[in-house]
Each structure stands twice: as C-alpha cells, then as structure tokens.
C-alpha cells in the first residue's frame, strides 16, 4: 500500500504513456501526461474527441494500464494497488452501464451489495438515490423504459452507491437533451459542494467545463496543453474581444487604418465587414473606438464587446479552434499533431 | 474467497433474472433439441435392429445424446452475454468494481449451469413422453444432469473466451457451426460405436461430447458400470476446470482493448 506524497492530492497523474497497437499501425493515446486534482474539487479534462481524455480515465480506474508513467488515486497507486483503488471510485462510463432488463432499485441494489453492503444497507441507499435523483416514481419500473436522462442519473446514481471517494464521469452528459444536461449539472455541482467528493469530469463541451469545474486540464494529442481555473486560464488572454460590424464593407480597410493608429487596441483583424480586436477593458476602450470610426464618418451595423470565452482558451494554447479541433482529430483517428509541442502553462 | 463466492452469485442472479425476463429465449433453445428428439427418434427407428446395436429402443438410446447436444448449443452462445455487457459500459463497471475475474466467470457459468439444467430436465420427460425408458433411476438422472453442466460448462467458458478475444457476437455462430455439430457426428450421441467406422470410433474416445453421452447412457441402463460414469465425468470435469481458468485469462485480451 503506497501514499502520495502531498494527501490533498485526490489523484496524482505523471507522465502517463500509452500506446494502442492495431494491425499495421500505431496510435500514441498518450504522450506524457500529469495534473494533480486536489481533494474535494472539481477537475475538468477537457479535449477533443481522440485527445486522450478517456484513455486517461481508463488508466486511473484500473481498467487499461499505462506503458510508462506514474498514477495514484486516493493515496493508492493504480498498478500496484488496484483493488484498493476499485474500492475507492465510482466510474460513469461514457456507455450506459446498467442493467436495463433491472429495475431501478435492482441495479442499485446490486451495485451495494458487489462493495460489500448488507442487503437492507443497500436497499435504504438505493431509495436515498432514487430520492436525491429525482427518479423515486420510476425506480420500480425496467430500466430500459426510462428517457435517456434518467437512465443516466441511474448510471450516476450506481457509482455513488458505497459513498466512493472519487468519482470519475467520462462525457457524462453526451447525448442528452439541454434539460437533461442541465438537471444532471445541478447534480454533479451538488456532489463537490455537498459531499466532498473529488470529481474528475471530461467532457468536449467547454460551456459543461466552465459551470463544473474548478480547475480545468487541456489535453490534445494525448498532452496537457494547458491548466489552470477557468477564470485564470481566461484572464490570461489579456482583455476583451470586440468586433465591429461595419454598415458598409467597402469601409473595411480605412476602419483598419483608423483602428490601427488608436492605443490599446491589440491583434486587429478584418474578416470582411468585421473588425476584431482585443482590448484590456472592452467597456472602456469603446467610446473612443467609435468616436474614431463616427468622425470618419463611418456607418456602423452593430458593435459587441465579449469576456473571453474557453474557447478563446481552446484557440490560443491549443493553436486552434475548439471546432476545428473535433474536427480533425474526427477525420484523422491516429491522434498525432502537426508538431509536438506542449507548453504546459499553468495559470 | 467468501467474497468471490458472494460476487458469483450476485452475478448469476443477474444473468438469471436477464434469462428469467426473456423467457422466449430459453424457449428459442429448446425447439431444435426437441426436433431432433422426435425426428430422429422417428427416422432412425429401425436402427436398434441392426445386429449389435445393443439397445431394443432408440428413443432409449437417443435422449441422453439429445440431452448432451442441447447442452452444448445453449452453452456456445453463453459469450452473447459478455459482448452485450462489453458493448455496453456494464463489463467495464464490473471490472473497476471490487469484482473478481474469477468471480465474472464464475457468475457466467453458474447461470449458463442454471439454464442446462432446466433444458435438460425437459428433454428428458420429453423423451419419456415419447417412449424412452430409464432403468437407471433418480442417480441415472443425476449423473445425466450432472454430465450436461460439466460439457455445458467447458463450452460456455469457449464461448466465453472467444467473446473476450474476438468481442463480436458473429465469432460465436463459428463455435456451434465448426465444432459442436462435428463433434456430435464423431461420438456416440446417434449411433452406437460398434456400428461407426473404426476410425470415427477411435476418434470418439477423446470427445468430450462423446464422455458426457456415454456417461449418461450408462447410467441410465438398468445395471450401471460406475468406473465408466465415475471416469468420463472425472475427465469432463478436469477439462471444465482448465476451461474456465484459460477463459478467465482472455479477460487481459479485453483490457489491452480498452
């Protein structure tokens, strides 16, 4: 039985390889990962799909192994102490992983008594669950009748049954409809904030990052691009965008000009009749930004200042946008990069 | 230990409950037996007359072997549950749970177990029905049951395995196709060996199928040679055993794929 080093540490992750041999090809999942995620909070792994997120996931729940690199989870190391660490997760798997010929009570039931529990122990958990969940009408109906947010509270639901200490959920909310992700949002911030569980959530959406997360990992091409909070992480571009949308775009190039010459006015670019910018205070940098455009005498269509956004994030560290990323690794499955670069910049 | 046997049989009762759900499918198995049974029996009436068949009633004869065959077409497809539970996250919730390989396994064949019985006790009234008679006795059914679980575990752990390895439900039909039927036409399930071609008659010593047949067939006869029934189940059982522990490794195939 090992311990880490530094016991707030809920997991520890460094420098994880991971090398998937198919027939005639090799796919580098994993090139040197670590993070640390601190007890009791929320961590983000955020990337796009093939970026190594899952595979992450797979290692640090026992159920894939690293070629090389270290992890441990709740104090136990994950290739010596597996089945101190499997006692010690709950797993949400991004397919479902109950029983739909089950019911409710039953899946639940069953996953109380596999840790362990007595079977009156585990049928009082069961109806707290399906209480908390919001599923106590449906819980003695098959599961495979439920909706599809439903089903997935109960995938949640079953890996809390024996109280874990860390809860992993690999894109818990893909698939669902807004209602649902937002009603199983409400449940996920519950956990962190009322139970004291450790999370470690990936997903591909940066809007489910940025409501959940306290800390957030950027992974791409199986690296850690980029971590930090999410608001440091966004401080860290410096300032807010704004785009001007001109009436005429024949004006386009003296907007330029006339931008060009303000201060405080960075990385200016023209996408036809639209200007971008970025600034330090966007309400503040307005005012004389239009005023310079009206004494020209140039017409305006509409003018927008913005907060940064993680997907701002996304573009500067990863070098691409979010979008485009999904893309690519969509259409190219090996997961290898451009380049290997992997500035980590910790925020 | 306790803690596997306790996971076993959380398992089974899950496979049993899947099974007890769907009770079409355990019907779906049934029907081809039972065809055999009463066609067979039909056709190859007349064989016993053959001179050295040693038995006066096929129907005698032919249900132990039926018996046999159901139990190992049901036990091929037992690897469908592994692939449904690998084609959704269930196989992968168990294997970050505090549940053993061992114990899935274990769960896997003690369900599959479960449901050989049951057919084999309904191919036997059957048969019965039809006009096979046992001398043999409550033991002779026994044993008849007891060799049906042994054959029906060593397949349902190939199944098993080929699941964990090729984790694609079209790789089981390879298993009912390629072996179980050849290995029933090389044993004594239809004929009896005096009447088979020496070499197919050499071959049959060394078929599971063939031990398990020949197992129930003896002790059902009014005056059972126990060192026959005691050896064929003791090989059955052995071959079981190395089965499931070779089926049990395959699961480190499965996790190399994740």
Known sequence: MSTTTDPRSAITVADLTKTYRARDREVRALDGVGFTVDAGTVLGLLGPNGAGKSTVVKILTTLSQADSGTATVAGYDVRRDGRHVRRA?????????????????????????IYGMSPRASRGRAEELLERFGLADAGRRLARTWSGGMQRKLDVAMSLVHRPHVLFLDEPTTGLDPEARADLWAEISRLASDDGLTVLLTTHYLEEADHLAQRLVIVDHGRVVVSGTPEALKRGLSGDAIAVDLADRDDADRAVGILGRLGGVRELTRDVGTLRARVDDGAAALPPVMAALDAAGLRLAAVTVSRPSLDDVYLRYAGRSFDAAAESAASRPDGTGPDGTSAEVAA | MSTSLVHTRLLTERSLRTLARQPAYL?????????WLLLFGQLFRNVVELPGFGSDNYLTYLTPGVVVMTAMFSAGWAGTGFIVAMDRGVMDRDLTSPVSRAALMAGSLTSQSATVVVQTLIVMVVGVVAGARFDGGPLGWIVVVAAAVLLGCVFAALSNAVALLVRQQEALIGISQFLVLPLTFLSSVMLAPSLMPEWVADVSRFNPVDWAAVASREALSAAPDWSVVGGRLGLLLVLAVGMACLATRAFGSYRRSV
Request: hydrophobic share 40%.
């Open chain 1, 89 to 113: 997760i709950g797993y949400v798997s991004q397919k479902p992983g109950f029983d739909p010929l089950g019911t409710g009570v039953e899946n639940l039931v069953l996953s109380g008594r």
């Open chain 2, 27 to 35: 019907a779906f198995t049934l029907v081809q037996p039972l065809v």
